[in-house]
């Protein structure tokens, strides 16, 4: 039993070093706990941001034979979600894989860059040609116009579904032209260049007849190009008509009556009946957090730029 007793000077003090050594611990599980909290919460916002940087793929490993499927899904341009360097990219990674036993392309796009519709055409030529033994098919969803159907024409089939809308096989040049509102607003323009043609197509002046046939003709030299790929790689199957390079657009049926197309069929069709590899891995380069904040408020200011100038940009869609 102990001497001390409760008015003890000595019994007082171990009382209180014996709570504070309480408080004390209690402090320190306290920061445990929240120091293991916070590192939960670390490790959560670093898995979110491998995730959406696009550093994790989940087709690293792939197993077993399968169908590759790239997406080509809404404008063609740079810097979109439907660029030459993310299509390249799917496709290269597709061809790479040795479990790959073909590749579908599946378009649902209006079109877009004339140039980098090409840069995707050419890849797909120069992939084929080195890897002979891996068929590569274009699946169409609801439309394949004029960009999408200028990658299409290079796959060795192109796939519909009844309801596709097909075509429209031509190049346009689109702006804005604010001259007669300056005029009732009583604004001069005052443009000063050095060079005639400088101030080509200027949204501001009065539109010049020599500017407007020059535009013409590059429309035309573009459009030939166009025609000229479809016709390569559509081959005899092609029932060329008056209309066929005209812009108009055919649903999936006719498209496949003018061999614009091959016959019906879905991804999943093309997958299990046609390349006989029922599994399909996406190889579609997936847009990170970064890109879709640029695409979102640079690429969307800087074609509002375009369109202003006059000038817009050259377009198969």
């Not at 940087?53 to 809404?74: C, E, P, Q, R």
């Not at 008056?242 to 069929?265: N, Q, R, T």
Request: aromatic share 8%.
């Amino acid at each position: 039993m102990s001497n001390q007793q409760p008015d003890d000077p000595q019994w007082e003090r171990g009382v209180l070093e014996k709570v504070a050594l309480a408080a004390i611990q209690e402090q320190r599980r306290s920061r445990q706990w929240g120091m293991f909290f916070k590192m939960m919460v670390l490790l959560y916002l670093i898995a979110l941001l491998f995730i959406g940087m696009g550093w994790y793929s989940k087709n690293d490993a792939t197993k077993g034979s399968h169908t590759a499927l790239v997406d080509i899904n809404g404008v063609i341009a740079p810097g979109s979600q439907a660029s030459a360097d993310k299509i390249m990219a799917g496709m290269q990674a597709a061809f790479k894989d040795k479990n790959t036993k073909g590749v579908i392309l599946r378009i649902n796009s209006p079109g877009g860059s004339p140039v980098q519709a090409g840069y995707i055409y050419d890849e797909i030529k120069r992939l084929r040609a080195k890897h002979p033994e891996i068929p590569l098919y274009a699946v169409v969803e609801d439309i394949c116009a004029s960009g999408g159907y200028y990658i299409a024409a290079a796959a060795d089939k192109i796939y519909v579904d009844k309801a596709s809308i097909i075509g429209s096989i031509g190049v346009l040049m689109d702006g804005f032209g604010f001259t007669g509102t300056m005029e009732k607003l009583g604004v001069e323009r005052r443009l000063l260049a050095a060079g005639k043609n400088k101030g080509f197509l200027d949204p501001f002046s009065p539109i010049q007849a020599e500017h407007t046939a020059h535009a013409a003709t590059m429309l035309d030299d573009i459009h030939q190009q166009f025609i000229a790929v479809v016709r390569q790689g559509r081959g005899k199957r092609l029932k060329e008509t008056p209309e066929m390079f005209s812009g108009l657009l055919w649903v999936g049926k006719k498209s496949i009556d003018l061999g614009l197309a091959d016959a019906l069929g879905s991804l999943e069709y093309v997958a299990r009946e046609v390349i006989k590899a029922e599994d399909i891995v996406d190889y579609t380069q997936q847009e990170n957090i970064a890109e879709r904040f640029a695409r979102r408020f640079g690429a969307a200011s800087a074609e509002t730029l375009l369109k202003f100038s006059g000038l817009g940009s050259f377009n198969i869609r």
